[in-house]
């Protein structure tokens, strides 16, 4: 990071703290407080997807992961870059583990995306939130959408919570139904959501079982080509990567569904959204029509951003959003 961006970061965090981080959500939020709040986060975004192209597929899913463990709230000076979408949408997940907290950087799924947090705390002072996304999967070819602005964070976290709200890697279609209904999301944006593994990786351990037993559901020639990279007994290999979508792995398209139809679903909670229940229509639709996915995709995240959090969660406008003020 140059220093004159870095300089820009500072400048946008101070003056960010001067206009209150709560009260009624706007896409103008900051338009007079930091009126270039837009452009200093896509060119951010820029600089770290082109370095290293995960980075923009674990922030997308950072943002899913901090999003369901409604511990808090969110907005972070830093995170007001990126949009401070609410619910358990509150920075949470970056915040380091306290004597009085076990944070959730390290709960069960979401190992997966930690590898965000990095990002997160090197790109924008510290925080992330929904425009950071929107921008992330703009990057990869993915749609935008407009981003409601104006949030505090949460002063503690909990990986408990986490590892409670987290749907893991080996969920079915119905709890995964289930585990959105629980936020006030429909199948139909449990579906489109899921379209955020058509980029990014997972580790050998969250799909070794599926390729392995082998699941029925499987095709055999796409289990022996992620079981070259990936041993069957567990230990050094564990974290061994795959793509989620091996044919255009660093691009935000449709492709994740054409694989789900192909059978080539690399997680068993991937492949559930294929195999004979109620989403499947809907799965053959996005694999043929990358605009509808696009679009559903944007308006899930614009709808999962909008979660509210707990009443009473206590909230401040964290200085550095690794720990509270």
């Known amino acids: 990071m140059g220093v ?17 981080c709560h009260g009624k959500l706007s896409t103008k939020f900051y338009s007079k407080s930091c009126p270039s709040v837009a452009t200093i986060v896509r060119s951010v975004m820029a600089q770290a997807v082109a370095k290293e192209p995960r980075m923009g597929a ?6 899913f992961h901090d999003c369901f463990v409604n511990v808090g709230h969110i907005c972070c000076p830093a995170v007001i870059l990126f949009g401070c979408p609410a619910s358990g949408c509150d920075a949470s997940i970056l915040l380091d583990d306290t004597p009085t907290f076990t944070g959730e950087k390290n709960a069960g799924a979401t190992s997966t995306p930690s590898a ?22 703009a990057q990869l070819g993915g749609p935008t959408w407009n981003v409601q602005l104006g949030r505090k964070d949460s002063r503690t976290a909990s990986q408990s919570a986490a590892n409670a709200n987290l ?26 959501l899921s379209g955020a593994h058509t980029v990014g990786q997972a580790r050998c351990v969250f799909f070794r079982s599926r390729i392995y037993t082998p699941e029925p559901n499987i095709n055999a020639t796409f289990a022996a080509e992620r079981q070259r990279t990936c041993p069957q007994s567990g230990g050094a290999g564990d974290g061994n990567l795959a793509p989620f979508d091996d044919q ?13 139809v ?5 997680l068993h909670s991937d492949q559930e959204l ?32 909008g979660l509210m959090p707990a009443a009473g969660t206590p909230t401040e406008v964290r200085l550095n959003c690794r720990k509270v003020n």
């Open 116 to 137: 965000g947090t990095s990002t997160a705390h090197r790109c924008v002072p510290h925080c992330t939130s929904a425009s950071l996304n929107s921008e992330c999967t």
């Open 167 to 192: 749907p893991g890697p080996g969920s079915s279609a119905a709890s995964l139904v289930t585990a959105f209904a629980a936020k006030g999301l429909s199948a139909r944006d449990m579906t489109a």
């Open 4 to 20: 004159s961006l870095a300089r820009s970061f500072a400048v946008l965090a101070l003056l960010c703290l001067l206009v209150p």
């Open 262 to 266: 192909a059978q080539r679903g690399l």
């Open 274 to 305: 294929f195999n004979g229940g109620a989403v499947d229509a809907l799965v053959r639709k996005y694999s043929g029509n990358a605009g509808m996915f696009a679009t559903d995709f944007a308006k899930a995240m614009v709808r999962m951003g």
């Open 248 to 260: 255009t792995p660093d691009a935000f398209d449709n492709a994740y569904y054409r694989n789900l």
């Open 58 to 63: 674990s922030t997308i899913r950072l943002f």
